[in-house]
Structure formats: C-alpha cells, structure tokens
C-alpha cells in the first residue's frame, strides 16, 4: 500500500475544520444565565454524551463562527473558543461551561453574551491533560476568574480528608466564582490592579502557610501571572516543575492566548 495520499486529498481543505468533522457533535443550550456579574454558565444537552467518558479538568473545544465563511477560512483561529467543562452528566446527557465577561472585545466574549436557549453548539472533546494528581500530599490552587472555572470540577472530585490550599482571584467579592467540593480556598479581590502579571495573585500564594515539603499545583489563569507563582515556588519553595501545572487560558495581546 503506498503512503503517499491521493491527490485530491492530499490538497488542504479551505474548511479548516474538515479533519475534524467525524468527531464533532451537535448540542443544543438549555439553560444561559448569570452565576455572579462577570460569570455565565451555558449548560447544553447532546445525546452523544451517553457514550463519552470525561476526567475532571478536560475542556470542550466550541465552534463559535463558521468556518466556511470568508472569515473563518482566512481566519480559522477565529472559529474555535475552548471551555473547561464544569460539569458533565452522562445520564442527562448534558454538560456546563462557565465563561468569563471581562471587559473588552473578542469572539468568545461575544458568544458569551449572545448565548440563548435553543441555540444549537457544535464542539469537540472531551480533551485536555489538566487532570488530578491522586496520590499528592496536597494540592495546591492558584488562579483567577477563568481558572476558578476550571477548578470547579477538580474540587469536586477531592475527598474530604485530602488537603487542599489555594487561593482564588476576583475583581470584587461579587465576582467571586462559586466553587463545589467540601474544601475553601481563600480568596483575594483585584478592586481595579490589573489581573496581567497579577502581584495580588502572587502575593496572596506567598503568604500561603504550605507545609515545608511540597505538594502538586494547579495554576490556571492570565499566563504571565501563572509563570509569576510557578517560578516562586520553584526557586524560594524548593518545588520541582514537575509538580506545578500552569494553564495559562488567557493574556493580552499573544495569538492563541485571548478570551
């Protein structure tokens, strides 16, 4: 059998989305509401979620522009937002997104407001490699508003008599994202200091009481404040690289990092 493809495949397809169409399914939104001023949550139902598997932590990969409009085939980059899954169940056959509403402009943040019931969503997944380490002393959190979404489900999953520390950012009390689980983490409040390169962030994790030996991390959120803690912990906690994962979901001006 040779290895070469077939010439009229060969070509790349002008839909960018094309190698993907055998694994994209169709939802439709039953529910879009406020969870506090700047967080929305989009529960959407599809009957091929009977069929799925899901680890907390996974994200959805949705279409939000069409990728067969002039827009979409010149910028594909601009068809496609991803959202970490909040919640996922199998037997309803429906799952959750929570979405930031900062301030500003972007294709994501425009679907978010826009969003109704009814409205059909295509997506793909579940994937992503955010996911829980069992066995850990304890689990350190570290983010902001976007990655409080996605702690939501790794709380969850976090037994009562495991330690759990962390810190989670808002702009104010209001904004304070709402998180499952028997655990609390503390919270800290922006009150306009800019969320890029956050020292608030950074400086409510230093003032931490960890124990002296490590644990595992999750930091999710603006990127460079995520490097910010990581490379603290690392050079004044003594933690290896190795037990911090940083999900940097968003930072200004970088292709690919944006709402």
Known sequence: MSNSPAPSTARRSLNPLDRFAKNRKDGVVIEAELVTPTMKRVRIA???????????????????????SLYGIFRPSETLRTYSIWDFDQET??????GHLYEGDGIGLRWLHGVK???TVPFWGPLGDLALTPDAPYHLFAGDETGSAAFGPLL????????????LESETPDDDVPVPGPHTLGRVHRRGASP??????ADAVAAL?????????????EARTGQAIRNYLVQERGWERTAITVKPFWTPGKKGLHH
């Open 46 to 68: 599809c009957d091929r979620l009977a069929d799925m598997t899901f680890v907390p932590g996974q994200h959805f990969r949705i279409e939000i522009n069409d990728p067969l």
């Open 93 to 98: 056959t429906t799952f959750e997104i929570r």
């Open 117 to 119: 019931k009814g409205d």
């Open 156 to 167: 969850r999953a976090l037994g009562p008599d495991q330690k759990v520390y962390g810190v």
């Open 196 to 201: 890029v390169a956050s020292r608030v962030l």
């Open 209 to 221: 009481d960890l124990p002296d030996t490590p644990g595992v991390a999750y930091i999710a959120g």
